[in-house]
């Protein structure tokens, strides 16, 4: 009787070769693929590393920021995906350095994109601010939200300021008295105007011309205009120049200067007095408009 050959394994039941490694094989190769890296790297963890440096890079050469965003962006998901394969304390050194520099980076491009590269504010949209939009904010509070004033409103002299772009109006005292050495009253009312921005404005100072307030009652009836005294450094009450304001000043950002304004004298126990101040004094359009409710 011939002897039957030995049947090749390697050939399946169908006639067909099975290419498919043995399981201990396979594991062997995996084991071999991932020790190509040094013992001391962890794979995402320099996935990362490479893509949050890339980053930086990027926002220090480029004038546009959105590579650098993209870049920190997929740093943090290779950190995220490296998270789910942790095996020891090597990758998890390596993903947080990674992705706490991918993290430092992209928040400040976000919203402090100046700190990393100066000119990416200059290519950003410049808001339009109104120059001539009003709101009356709490005294205490000139930066809040604020509510909108139409050209006929008026606010509230004892509640509420003016803020008009970057400067602040506010009326810290109006009544009826004497000056010393004159020997009539006035219409008192110190004025302070708060400079909030960060560019210098310029006060050309109120005059019997263009830039000329207006003191009235309910009525109608005008209180004339009489002169201007700038406010001085003191530390207890407030006190003015002896002499009018004269000339230009300087209001440097945030600074504040007060100016006592002085009018023909309306009655001592006035009501609803209505105080327009020009606001080309300062170089803006409009009027800052206050109800005088009473002396305070």
């Known amino acids: ?122 290519n950003r949209a410049v808001v339009q601010v109104d120059p001539a939009k009003q709101l009356a ?20 002299a004892e509640t509420d300021s003016i803020r008009q772009d970057d400067l602040v109006t506010t009326i ?22 708060a400079n909030i921005g960060a560019r210098t404005l310029v006060f050309h100072g109120f005059d019997h011309d263009k830039h000329m307030p207006i003191l009235a009652d309910e009525n109608g009836r005008s209180f004339a205009f009489k002169e201007l005294r700038q406010r001085l450094p003191a530390k207890d009450d407030p006190a003015f120049d002896k002499s009018p304001f004269t000339g230009t000043l300087n209001l440097t950002p945030t600074n504040t200067q007060g100016f006592l304004l002085m009018f023909e004298a309306p009655p001592a126990t006035f009501k609803n007095l209505k105080l327009e101040l020009p606001g080309s004094a300062w170089g803006k359009p409009g009027a800052f408009r206050f109800i005088l409710a009473h002396s305070f």
């Open 1 to 122: 009787m011939s002897q039957i050959p030995n049947q090749d394994k390697s050939f399946g039941k169908d006639g067909r070769r099975d290419l498919r490694l043995p399981r201990n094989k396979a594991s062997s190769y995996a084991a071999a693929e991932q020790d190509s890296l040094p013992a001391w790297v962890s794979k995402w963890g320099l996935v990362a590393f490479v893509l949050a440096t890339s980053g930086f890079l990027a926002a220090s050469l480029l004038d546009v920021a959105w590579p650098t965003i993209l870049l920190e962006v997929l740093a943090l998901a290779a950190v995220g995906w490296g998270v789910t394969q942790l095996r020891d304390g090597k990758d998890r050194a390596w993903l947080t350095v990674s992705g706490g520099l991918a993290a430092l980076v992209l928040l400040l491009a976000l919203f402090y994109p100046v700190a990393i590269n100066n000119r990416w504010a200059i």
């Open 137 to 156: 904010v709490p005294r205490d509070k000139p930066k809040a939200e604020g509510k909108n004033l139409a050209a006929t409103d008026w606010a509230n």
């Open 172 to 193: 810290d005292m109006a009544n009826v008295s004497e000056m010393p050495g004159k020997n009539t009253p006035f219409g008192l009312i110190h004025v302070e105007f």
